[in-house]
């Protein structure tokens, strides 16, 4: 059988060589992609454009504004001197949050008594609002927090005693960066993406170029074929993996807490599952055009929308959630997200690489079995 395969392996890999659009695919649109998506998708919000509002324009309310622009969240823009500013400021997408503080607002708090501020935020993009709102939730209540225990202290009651001592420790990502998040999904995107695109191509380049024929009478087996054509891209594709972790490491400080082994094991798997998948749609197709074309639909949208990559999939519609366990994308995503942040070991994702060995079989098999009716 090796004595099949290997004409067919050194085949491959002169036609790659000779084909530099595969190689571009395998290796440097992955890299493009990384840094492409690494900056463009992030998720982390700051230096967001403020105007404020200061009718009281006191010392009390100018040590409250600076509380806004102490961290790299906001970014003070502009002050207003009326009202009637706000509405051009926001529809022109100038600013994106207003701080209003009403004119007797010293006074209220010198006195002990409840004071209101106003807050607008463009809303017009629902998560950027969102996030904005906890930041202001955030900076509000610390801020009345102090307050309320310096009036306290100042009335000659003693020390506060706090209920409850709040001491959050965040795991796997202490500086809550969207990047270590989003870096493992960008390495199942691309490499699903450009490892069924890659090999979708294979048995349809032998059919335009006629060397079908020959593979018809020589006495190689379908499974020999299967074989031999995708051991060349797995190789590239590997390398190619290699490429993308270091310059996630490089451009974003993504760094592997887990087994370099169970992570190469758990990409060989994911790999001949993408591989044979691609070229299962090379049976099928009639063209290369086609080929690319079914290859880019059922790899892009499903892994980028239903991987878990970038939405959360408990947040979708239960039909919805079952579909996403046919994604191998899914399952990859959750292997590598647990190897790398978390540095766990296979307990923590064994049915998902189960789910990916038993696609990668599948996938091959009836690859084997469209070939041989092609070849037959």
Known sequence: MALNILPIVRKEFRQIKRDKRVLAVLLFIPALMLFMFGYALN??????????????????????????????????????????????????????????????????????????VQVIIDGSNSNTGSTLL????????????????????????????????????????????????????LIAFILMVTAVIST??????ERELGTIEQIMVSPVKPIELILGKTIPYTVISLIATVMILVLGYVLFD???????????????????????????????????QVAFMIAAITTMLPTFILSGFVFPIRNMPLIIQAITYFIPARH?????????????????????????????????????IRLKKIIS
């Open 43 to 116: 998720f982390d919000i700051k230096h967001t454009a403020m105007a404020v509002y200061d009718e009281d324009n006191s010392y009390m309310s100018r040590e409250f504004i600076q509380q806004f622009f102490r961290s790299e969240y906001f970014d003070y823009t502009i002050q207003l001197k009326s009202k009637s500013e706000i509405d051009g400021l926001l529809d022109g997408g100038y600013i994106k949050i207003v701080l209003v503080i009403p004119s007797k607002y010293s006074e209220q708090l010198a006195r002990g008594e409840q004071t209101s």
């Open 200 to 205: 979708a191509l294979a048995v349809v380049r």
């Open 134 to 185: 906890g930041y202001v939730n955030m900076i509000v209540q610390q801020y009345s927090s102090k307050i309320m225990m310096e009036n306290f202290s100042a009335q000659g009651g003693r020390a506060i005693v706090v209920p409850i001592n709040f001491q959050p420790r965040v795991w796997y990502n202490p500086e809550l960066k969207s990047a270590k998040f989003l870096v493992p999904g």
């Open 332 to 368: 990859f995503l959750v292997a590598l997200r647990a190897i790398i942040l978390k540095g766990v070991g296979i307990s923590a994702f064994w049915e998902s690489l189960l789910f990916m060995f038993a696609f990668a079989v599948a996938v091959i098999a009836v690859s084997s």
């Open 254 to 288: 993504v760094s592997i807490k887990g087994s370099l082994l169970l992570l190469a094991l758990v990409t060989v798997v994911f790999f001949i599952g993408a591989l044979g998948m691609g070229l299962l749609i090379s049976t099928i197709a009639g063209t290369q």
